[in-house]
């Protein structure tokens, strides 16, 4: 029986980057196929190129956009090495499924709270075993597709140096920019897109989805330092558009928001896509 420590120890549990275990579990409608966000994607952006996923979480759209669109090959890092662990999980059960129909997996299938095994047993995480030996223990030959395209890392994105000589085609940030500014402050939030547009090569394409400012109140006091990181950010989401054209150097921005069909309350984010 759980005792009262251990449920109190429960409920206090915070995710201080966004770094939610079940992301997609409120996020997505049960039943539905596919996250609504990838029917404003275009195959163009994805379609044989080299494609990174900042803050992937738990690796589901990672894994989906490889999928539907055909990467040549997709990474997605984050901060939390729980949700890389969580996103391999879900890589191998994708690869399982979809060997059997080589269709895309639906979200639904593939999210799974208590990370039940396929007899319904509850497992518990993976010990920590270093992310590149798990991508190479994949065991049929149906899997290695997906397993040479799809791969995760634990990165703090914001913090880590990037050598030059690893470019991308395409670099997605969906749902990340204000953890990284709660965080880091207005320095890390133009770290990041500076990053992000050394990374990219010229032509290549960054897709955003920026959380509103308002939105930024009801996380303020998940740590001392977002609290008082809240206080001193002078940018507000309204300006990356401008700061990313005037002052990083993207050339054009497409709004792809309007094609998105109406998500669960509080999802209703713009999504742009910035060209190099
Ligand atoms: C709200 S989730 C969004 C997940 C996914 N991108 C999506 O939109 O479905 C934000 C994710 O960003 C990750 N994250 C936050 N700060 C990060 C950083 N500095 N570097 C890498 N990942 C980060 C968190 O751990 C979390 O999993």
Redesign the pocket.
Known sequence: METQKQSSKKRKQV?P????RS??GY?IDQGTDE?P?LKVLRKEWFEGKECL??????G??TIQIAQKFCCRSILG????SD?VQDAYWNLRKSARLSSSGNKPVKASKLQDKDHADDSGNRVTALSRVDTKEISEKHSSPEQIDLFTIVSFKR?????SRHPPGKNYDTI?????TK??HL??GDD?LIT?FSEIWKLLRPGGIFVV?PQPWKSYESNRSVSETTAANYRNITIRPEQFQEILLDKIGFRTVEDITSGLTLSKTGFNRPILVFRK
């Open positions: 995710f980057f966004g770094n939610y992301y997609y996020r996250d966000r996923d900042i803050g992937c979480n738990n589901i759209i890092i984050d901060i939390d949700r990165e703090n994105f914001v913090q997605l940030c969906l749902s990340v953890w990284i965080n880091w890390g990041l989805e």
